[in-house]
């Protein structure tokens, strides 16, 4: 079983940046493909991005492309999403998952039914 904790989410400005990180508590990290999602009130949890287990491939919902990177350092269980030029519309509830399926492609990743553990989530609040 894998835990996942959540953290680096906050109230800001819009505009500005904000990095959330998701530690894993299962070694070996690499095994796992990684991803984060969001949820707003009344909303469905949506797909943001997602990286591989060995951090090649990377991928993005539209929304966010340019904006957010994700990362991942496997030495340190940990995966990352740095968020730049924040809008309102991102405000949510950001979860980290993560995927026992190695390799898959970039539509798997994108659906939340792809990921087999998860975390609480961390508040990410932009105000306008």
């Known amino acids: 079983q894998v835990q996942l904790v959540e953290s680096g989410g906050g109230l800001v400005q819009a505009g500005t940046s904000l990095r959330l990180s998701c530690a894993a508590s299962?070694?070996?990290?690499?095994?796992?493909?990684m991803g984060w999602f969001h949820q707003a009130p009344g909303k469905e949890r949506e797909f943001v991005a997602a990286?591989?287990?060995?951090?090649?491939?990377?991928y993005y919902a539209d929304s966010v492309k340019g904006r957010f990177t994700i990362s991942r350092d496997n030495a340190k269980n940990t995966v990352y999403l740095q968020m730049n030029s924040l809008k309102p519309e991102d405000t949510a509830v950001y979860y980290c998952?993560?995927?026992?399926?190695?390799?898959?492609?970039?539509?798997?990743?994108?659906?939340?039914?792809?990921?087999?553990?998860w975390g609480q989530g961390t508040q990410v609040t932009v105000s306008s």
């Open positions: 998952a993560a995927s026992r399926t190695t390799y898959a492609s970039g539509s798997y990743y994108r659906n939340l039914y792809g990921y087999d553990y």
């Open positions: 990286i591989s287990w060995s951090g090649d491939n990377t």
């Open positions: 299962e070694r070996p990290f690499s095994s796992y493909a």
